[in-house]
């Protein structure tokens, strides 16, 4: 199996699985009991979230969370007043935002998915509460100009939300971002445990009731396990920013030139082998390419390539039948949302695994013509 799905998920880091295994196999304490193995679980604890929040602005708290879901879903549900947010934001915000019940403006972005900030700025008024936006788009990998958007929200008293789910650990987050979500699983980490920091001096309604056993007010049992592999995977990342980037950005290079995109993709986005780049080609994170091929059948692709893991979007509304709402956000027809891909890559992505999967994937996409 060629893995090239990492906006879905990342292959576990060994040494994640490592900082694990002691809490899943002999230390079983809970970490908020008062003994001395619950004390020494808190502390193991307690390392994970210096290691975590090494990756993130100074000045602020970090809790724990379920993952990046919850920690969304408390950041938009315990502020107040009405929401801005961007039409190619993870159902996790725009679902939160319409299930809020409060004022909320969608944003619109251009073709290459950036949001246009002379919008915003008219958008985003005195009284706004909250704007949220995501920092590394999860199904097209373009990187908004958060800073700017998060100075345009405290210009207007807006508390600033920023997705980095898919930036954490490989996009540097701006300082100037008053709440952060983020994600064990996007960086090697187990899934199942995410997190939300919070600037210091902005306080939350809880989100949920039951102990306030976690930082911030929030209530659960906390899992030093995941915990623990949280903060190795969070502190490898920290070790090898450079390096991923390095590789992820040779990888995408040698990608644009199999797929005759090279050097860079064209204003146009289209290569001579017929296939399109949905999404900005320069403000981009470059562990993703998000093509699209006219008149592909995506279903009979991924049919035929079954020992290659890529996708057809999001991970979280596969199977919803309904095409993307990030491509058609970027005023593509449901068409050609439908005939698009994602290919996904990172640390463990070998030169010869990808090259191998584009050119299976172009020969299956040449089938479909020949067939027709």
């Known amino acids: 199996m060629i893995y090239l799905d990492y906006q879905a998920t990342t292959p576990l880091a060994p040494e994640a699985l490592a900082a694990m295994l002691p809490w899943l196999e002999s230390q079983h304490a809970n970490p908020h009991s008062p003994h001395a193995p619950g004390r020494a679980a808190r502390a193991a604890v307690e390392v994970a979230r210096a290691q975590v929040g090494a990756l993130l602005p100074a000045r602020g708290s970090l809790a724990f969370t379920s993952g990046a879901t919850e920690a969304l879903n408390w950041a938009i549900k315990g502020t107040s007043g009405p929401i801005a947010t961007l039409a190619t934001e993870h159902a996790a915000v725009l679902d939160t935002v319409a299930a809020s019940g409060r004022p909320a403006t969608v944003l619109p972005v251009g073709a290459d998915g950036l949001v246009d900030l002379e919008a915003a700025r008219v958008a985003i008024l005195p009284g706004t509460g909250l704007v949220a936006a995501m920092l590394v788009n999860n199904e097209i990998g373009v990187v908004q100009p958060i800073a700017e958007l998060a100075e345009i929200a405290d210009q207007a008293g807006a508390l600033f ?5 898919q930036g954490y650990g490989r996009v540097s987050i701006p300082v100037v971002c008053d709440l952060v979500a983020i994600s064990a ?19 939350l309604a809880p989100l949920l009731h039951g102990g306030g056993q976690e930082a911030l007010g929030r209530s659960g049992t906390l899992s030093p396990a995941l915990c623990a592999g949280f903060g190795a995977a969070a502190k490898i990342a920290a070790m090898r920013t450079e390096a991923d980037a390095a590789h992820v950005a040779r990888l995408f290079a040698l990608a644009a030139e199999r797929l ?7 204003a146009s986005g289209r290569g001579n082998l017929g296939w399109t780049l949905n999404g900005s080609a320069t403000h981009r994170y470059h562990g993703n390419l998000n093509l699209r091929r006219e008149g592909l059948d995506v279903a009979r692709l991924m049919s035929d390539l079954r020992d290659i893991a890529f996708s057809a979007g999001s991970a979280c509304a596969s199977g ?21 891909i994602r290919i996904g890559f990172g640390r463990m992505t070998t030169e010869e695994e990808l090259m ?11 089938a479909q013509r020949v067939a027709a």
């Open 356 to 366: 191998t999967a584009l050119d299976r994937i172009c020969a299956a996409a040449d």
């Open 161 to 165: 939300l920023c997705d980095a789910v």
């Open 320 to 340: 919803s039948g309904r095409p993307s709402h990030v491509l058609r956000a970027l005023g593509l027809s449901d068409a050609q949302a439908r005939s698009s």
């Open 260 to 266: 005759q995109l090279s050097p860079l993709p064209p």
């Open 185 to 203: 699983h996007k960086i090697h980490g187990p899934k199942g445990i995410g997190a939300l920091w919070v600037r210091e001096g902005v306080t």
